[in-house]
Antibody, heavy 121, light 106 residues
Framework: QVQLVQSGAEVTKPGASVKVSCKVSGYTLTELSIHWVRQAPGKGLEWMGGFDPEDGETMYGQKFQGRVTMTEDTSTDTTYMELSSLRSEDTAVYYC??????????????WGPGTLVTVSS | DIQLTQSPSFLSASVGDRVTFTCRASQGISSYLAWYQQKPGKAPKLLVYAASTLQNGVPSRFSGTGSGTEFTLTISSLQPEDFATYYCQQLNSYPFTFGQGTRLEI
């Protein structure tokens, strides 16, 4: 059973950066592919990016290109999502999720509880 | 990017009703579609993947069908705990887009 534990809520200012962590337990990070999804208040789900095990590369949504960096620390089984040049529209709950693979069919099966990031001056 | 359009955006129903949600993709995605249920303040929960495969532990009253560009999620007999927002997601190609959601209310 995979468990994902995310870092606590953050309040940041416009123009700053935020780094959210997602610690895996039950499996090692090397066995998993982690993606990030965000949800602005009262809005829908928005995919941000994640690790593609087929290519061995991290894929980012075009909307976030140049502003987001996703990294992993396999020694602690923790993955990070850093978003820079924050603006008020980045206020959202940020989720990490594992990508399941059943005979080549993908899905997001385990989700973290979410981290609220508030961008406000 | 592949766009997913869910309909309706909002649905009012009663316990025991049969309800169907639709998700349309802007281009063919084979069966690379998943459905999630989300309750307020909670993370999404996977219900269905590969368009029609029920995730372990999901009640059999949920079912998914479709391939290509048209997909449906049906709840055969609504239970009180089913009132939530439902999202589809395509995993055929990056970016892994979500539909805008269908909110199911009593």
């Amino acid at each position: 059973q995979v468990q994902l534990v995310q870092s606590g809520a953050e309040v940041t200012k416009p123009g700053a950066s935020v780094k959210v962590s997602c610690k895996v337990s039950g499996y090692t990070l090397t066995e998993l592919s982690i993606h990030w999804v965000r949800q602005a208040p009262g809005k829908g789900l928005e995919w941000m990016g994640g690790f593609d095990p087929e290519d061995g590369e991290t894929m980012y949504g075009q909307k976030f290109q140049g502003r987001v960096t996703m990294t992993e620390d396999t020694s602690t089984d923790t993955t990070y999502m850093e978003l820079s040049s924050l603006r008020s529209e980045d206020t959202a709950v940020y989720y990490c999720a594992t990508v399941g693979d059943s005979s080549g069919w993908y899905y997001f099966d385990y989700w973290g509880p979410g981290t609220l990031v508030t961008v406000s001056s | 990017d592949i766009q997913l359009t869910q309909s309706p955006s909002f649905l009012s129903a009663s316990v025991g009703d049969r309800v169907t949600f639709t998700c349309r993709a802007s281009q063919g995605i084979s069966s690379y579609l998943a459905w999630y249920q989300q309750k307020p303040g909670k993370a999404p929960k996977l219900l269905v993947y590969a368009a029609s495969t029920l995730q372990n532990g999901v009640p059999s009253r949920f079912s998914g069908t479709g391939s290509g560009t048209e997909f449906t999620l049906t709840i055969s007999s609504l239970q009180p705990e089913d009132f939530a927002t439902y999202y589809c997601q395509q995993l055929n190609s990056y970016p892994f887009t979500f539909g805008q959601g269908t909110r199911l209310e009593i």
